[in-house]
């Protein structure tokens, strides 16, 4: 007859109370308690995709640059140059 056995006031220790039997006293580690379907899985990453970067044509320079930017190639903003675009060297 194990010691606690016959006393109803105080609980089992929670480790003894999530303990399930899988074998030398191991305890499981928490899992997902139904698998997701293709369906659901599916559903959920529809959104991860990554989309497109939108940018505009430099009316000065006509490189690719992000709208609302100044434009990185020559510095223009707006019809004015507004920062200085240090040249590369060759
Ligand atoms: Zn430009």
């Known amino acids: ?29 928490p899992l997902p308690k139904r698998k997701i379907s293709r369906g659901r899985r599916d559903r959920r990453r529809s959104h991860l995709a990554i989309g497109k970067v939108h ?15 100044v ?3 020559c510095g223009y903003y707006a019809g004015r140059e507004v920062i200085q675009v240090e040249e590369k060297e060759k």
């Open 1 to 29: 007859m194990p010691a606690r056995a016959g006393n109803h006031k105080d609980p089992p220790p929670l480790f003894e109370q999530i303990q399930i039997n899988i074998g030398r006293n191991e305890i499981m580690a």
């Open 71 to 73: 434009c990185p190639y």
């Open 55 to 69: 940018l505009v044509t430099c009316p000065q320079c006509h490189h690719k640059h992000l709208p609302h930017h």
